[in-house]
């Protein structure tokens, strides 16, 4: 699933014109460039292809950190649902659209109002998007939450994170810590089966996706939300994610 063709992005700006809500003005991808909304074409499958400037500006994730998960890992979980839903019913009706209001997790860890109206490229299998940050005074950004992102080299067996992740992984510094190390981190009582659902996604090429108790070096229990693919970028040596920190909830 590497990078979508530069095609992608122009269908995406000529329907989005087309539906009034891109102008029609520029060409199809000089406007995809210009347009200060977020734009962005995902994969039926929910995975990032294509975001112009703006959307990747906005969010502070890098492209690769974004094409990593599919796209409803970063809306807050209670958001999910409808957005996961609509998914299917954009695809198989070519006259549809939604349009709703999410919450979308930054890079700084905080979770921040959106507004999104999201329609099917049936042809291309895609959907594209437009979005807007929201600023109201009661669409404040939520507290933060700890999250970061992760990468397996998996040939080398050596696990790296951001600096929010380090101490969840027992990560030192820029040294990598490997799997079996990462294990004898998660408690006893959930060990047996994340090391089971992460041979399953190794062996099938399913994303990954677990949730489960960690034990800190001082003795505390928090609790981690991890989900990853091997196919982001079409590196299968390598299972990329993001993880965030979810013991409050």
């Known amino acids: 699933m590497g990078p979508a063709s530069r095609n992608g992005p122009v269908r995406a700006a000529v329907f989005l014109a087309r539906v009034g809500l891109l ?79 999410v919450r979308m997790l930054y890079r700084d860890g905080t979770y921040r109002w959106t507004h999104w109206k999201t329609y099917a490229v049936p042809d291309e299998h895609l959907l594209c998007a437009i979005g807007a940050a929201l600023t109201a005074p009661q669409h404040q950004p939520n507290p933060k939450v700890c999250a970061g992102v992760w990468d397996w080299d998996i040939p080398a067996d050596t696990i790296t994170s951001s600096p929010e992740l380090a101490g969840f992984i027992g990560q030192s510094g820029a040294r990598p810590v490997t799997c079996r190390t990462l294990l004898k981190r998660v408690h006893v009582a959930d060990r ?15 994303p990954l996706t677990a ?19 091997r196919n982001s970028d079409g590196s299968p040596g390598h299972l990329r994610g993001i993880a965030r920190d979810i013991s409050e909830r």
């Open 192 to 206: 047996h089966r994340v090391h089971r659902e992460v041979r399953a996604s190794l062996t099938n090429g399913e």
């Open 211 to 229: 949730d489960f108790r960690i034990v800190c070096p001082d003795g505390f229990i928090q609790r981690l939300y991890v989900t990853g693919s």
């Open 23 to 101: 102008s029609p003005g520029a060409s199809g991808h000089e406007s995809w460039e210009r347009s200060s909304a977020l734009l962005g074409v995902w994969d039926h499958w929910g995975y990032l292809q294509d975001a112009n400037p703006a959307y990747r500006e906005a969010f502070g994730w890098s492209v690769d950190e974004l094409r990593s998960v599919p796209f409803w890992e970063f809306i807050h979980p209670d958001d999910q649902h409808p957005v996961v839903e609509s998914r299917q019913r954009l695809m198989t009706d070519s006259g549809a659209d939604f349009d709703t209001d």
